[in-house]
């Protein structure tokens, strides 16, 4: 089991930044991908950014260039840097772990997450105008 636990969200008027940490805890050798999806109300969970055992990200389309994903194993924490937030960024936000090759967590981005087996409580992140 890996326990995860996201903590950083908040309030920030629009172009603002925030930074997201999730810190990882238990058998976490059990994960070679970490990720980090987003919910908004009356929508699905939609993946975010992606990262493996190598270090190589994967992000969204629409938060490349203003969201940056990374890890520090010695640590176990993933930290998400979002910069120049709007409106649609709004959501709660979550931390997953999973066993996935690489290229399963290149292409997980893409999806709601299924792929992942542990996940945080989620943080909530809102941006105003």
């Known amino acids: 089991q890996i326990h995860l636990v996201e903590s950083g969200g908040g309030s920030v008027q629009d172009g603002g930044s925030l930074r997201l940490s999730c810190a990882a805890s238990?058998?976490?050798?059990?994960?070679?991908?970490l990720g980090w999806y987003r919910q908004a109300p009356g929508k699905e969970r939609e993946g975010v950014a992606t990262?493996?055992?190598?270090?190589?990200?994967n992000y969204r389309d629409s938060v490349k260039g203003r969201f940056t994903i990374s890890q520090d194993n010695a640590k176990n924490t993933l930290t998400l840097q979002m910069n120049s937030l709007n409106a649609e960024d709004s959501a709660v936000y979550y931390c997953?772990?999973?066993?996935?090759?690489?290229?399963?967590?290149?292409?997980?981005?893409?999806?709601?997450?299924?792929?992942?087996?542990?996940w945080g409580q989620g943080t909530q992140v809102t941006v105003s105008s």
């Open positions: 990262i493996d055992d190598n270090g190589v990200p």
């Open positions: 997953a772990a999973g066993w996935l090759s690489s290229r399963i967590c290149a292409s997980a981005v893409a999806g709601g997450g299924t792929p992942f087996a542990y």
């Open positions: 238990g058998s976490t050798y059990l994960r070679t991908c």
